[in-house]
T-cell receptor, first 115, second 114 residues
């Protein structure tokens, strides 16, 4: 079946440090890949997406590249801020049947950024 | 433009009771999905509704049922509540069927079963 594996957290960084959160996937076929962010007490927000191999998704300084050869979609940011503290979810979606695209989520990685 | 709205935000129920959660999709969206998110876990897919029909279902028992209304809003019903049903229930909407449009999530309903 389809699955997503994320690095375990929490990831603790100082402000302005470089961020990498690893994500790998298993899928039958060619999925779209996503990163969602969840701030405390809120729902999930789409952060970025990539729909085919070698695509790079980017938003708010975050970026991730769809690597088909390594089945990975690692999230990176060059300089994190305290406001980036949240839980980050990697997800994939693929046509399950008849046009239904259901995202499958990883377990989430908590990011804590200290001033 | 309102996003996805869910009600109530918090709910406490007793084991064996029944609960109904409600969701209004983002304006222009007609597909609604429900997810269960246990503490410290990623969201798990429950089911998806389009054109008032359940189109896909995840690995959840029949105690979990739903409905979609002509205005695209949706309800999630859970019967015979168990302690293990305690979780954040998320509703997500998307603007159509047959394409990977991406999902907009609500802030969720926190259900506690005691």
């Amino acid at each position: 079946g389809n699955s997503v594996t994320q690095m375990e957290g929490p990831v603790t960084l100082s402000e302005e440090a470089f961020l990498t959160i690893n994500c790998t996937y298993t899928a039958t076929g060619y999925p779209s890949l996503f990163w969602y962010v969840q701030y405390p007490g809120e729902g999930l927000q789409l952060l970025l997406k990539a729909t085919k191999a070698d695509d790079k998704g980017s938003n708010k300084g975050f970026e991730a590249t769809y690597r088909k050869e390594t089945t990975s979609f690692h999230l990176e940011k060059g300089s994190v801020q305290v406001s980036d503290s949240a839980v980050y979810f990697c997800a994939l979606s693929i046509d399950t049947s008849g046009g239904s695209y259901i995202p499958t989520f990883g377990r989430g990685t908590s990011l804590i950024v200290h001033p | 433009d309102a996003g996805v709205t869910q009600s109530p935000t918090h709910l406490i129920k007793t084991r064996g009771q029944q609960v109904t959660l409600r969701c209004s999709p983002k304006s222009g969206h007609d597909t609604v999905s429900w997810y269960q998110q246990a503490l410290g876990q990623g969201p798990q897919f429950i089911f998806q509704y389009y054109e008032e029909e359940e189109r896909q279902r995840g690995n959840f028992p029949d105690r979990f049922s739903g409905h979609q209304f002509p205005n695209y809003s949706s309800e999630l019903n859970v019967n015979a509540l168990l302690l293990g049903d305690s979780a954040l229930y998320l509703c997500a909407s998307s603007p159509g069927w047959g394409e990977d449009y991406g999902y907009t999530f609500g802030s969720g309903t926190r259900l506690t079963v005691v």
